[in-house]
């Protein structure tokens, strides 16, 4: 989540580098610099290390301890310390590298081979395509004529913002996949209301439903993403993230048909992306719950988070007592 609010400081930061440059090859020579020092940055391993629980769980356990060592001595740590935990840290990595392990590299086309992480993906995937599908129509639906630049532009990173606080405050206390549904369900609701009534409903009810389904779609695309990372295993999470946000890519492609002549490409589009909408509400159900959960280190691991029931009842209490009152009187 701070990853999203700190996408959103960028979004906002552009317009006003776009306006000192005022020149759209100084600025994308700015934006190319920007991007080459943090390939320069990438490529220095005391900047950026590589993940130690990755170098583990792939079998890389010797990377995994220089690693951390280092990270130990940059904290004024001092890894070779007699304290239990210390000494219970480094006698665990000795006895991981002493057998001279083979690093096992996964690919992301191992999840063919399981029954639950693949269902997972297919279904993050999906919800984050349609959240970022659909903005299109909604903001279609709010500025029906061809409106100035900056207001659809700042008005998406304003209703990112909420979205990223809106999580920040209900993610852990609700659960992502409990969010996630609702989120959803109310994006299915606003466009479907759209499609039905626009011709007929008040023009402060067009714009509340439009900016509810703007916030949605935002909140459903950021959890879709946060809820990748904590799904897939340890050994493909970067891999299995990528496909996510990849599908919501895809689904930004869909903006152009809201351009298309006689509103055919729009109406199209709204008609498919609620629908779709619908039918992501139902997928998400089958979807675990990941909040209080490890993460998942293989794929085997992450096979085991199965779905579980949405609203979990209180245990039933056996409140009967051992003899009945009859055989106590007589004692």
């Not at 005022?22 to 590589?50: N, R």
């Not at 004529?145 to 909420?162: D, I, N, R, T």
């Not at 996630?180 to 299915?188: K, P």
């Not at 085991?304 to 009187?329: F, I, T």
Request: hydrophobic share 50%; charged share 10%; glycine share 8%.
């Amino acid at each position: 989540m701070g990853a999203g609010l700190f996408s959103v400081v960028g979004t906002m930061l552009l317009p006003g580098l776009a306006l000192l440059a005022q020149d759209w090859q100084l600025l994308q020579g700015l934006s190319a610099l920007a991007t080459g020092l943090l390939l320069l940055f990438w490529g220095f391993p005391a900047v950026f290390p590589e993940s130690p629980c990755w170098l583990l769980a792939t079998g890389q356990p010797a990377r995994a301890r220089r690693i951390l060592w280092h990270f130990a001595k940059a904290n004024g740590v001092d890894p070779e310390d007699s304290t239990e935990e210390g000494s219970s840290l480094a006698m665990e990595l000795d006895m991981l590298c002493a057998g001279h392990p083979q690093p096992r590299h996964h690919s992301v086309l191992e999840l063919r081979h399981t029954h639950v992480t693949w269902r997972n993906a297919l279904i993050l995937g999906f919800s984050s395509l349609i959240s970022e599908g659909i903005r299109a129509s909604f903001l279609h639906s709010l500025f029906p004529s061809e409106p100035s630049f900056y207001w659809p532009y700042f008005l998406a990173a304003g209703l990112e913002a909420v979205a990223t606080v809106f999580l920040l405050l209900t993610a852990d206390l609700w659960g992502r996949r409990s969010v996630l549904l609702l989120s959803t369900l109310v994006l299915g609701l606003a466009s479907l209301l759209l499609l039905a009534g626009t011709q007929y409903l008040p023009s402060w009810t067009v714009l509340f439903l439009s900016v509810l389904g703007l916030l949605a779609s935002q909140t459903v695309s950021a959890l879709s993403s946060l809820f990748s990372a904590e799904v897939f295993p340890t050994v493909i999470r970067g891999a299995g993230l990528g496909l996510v946000l990849g599908a919501g890519f895809l689904g930004q492609a869909a903006t152009p048909l809201t351009k298309m002549h006689g509103r055919h490409g729009f109406f199209l589009q709204h008609v498919l992306f609620a629908s779709f909408a619908l039918l992501a509400l139902l997928c998400v159900l089958l979807l675990p719950e990941s909040r209080g959960r490890t993460l998942p280190q293989s794929l085997q691991d992450a096979d085991r988070l199965c779905h579980s029931p949405l609203l979990r009842g209180r245990p039933r209490q056996d409140l009967l007592p051992l003899l009945p009152a009859s055989s106590l009187g007589q004692e």
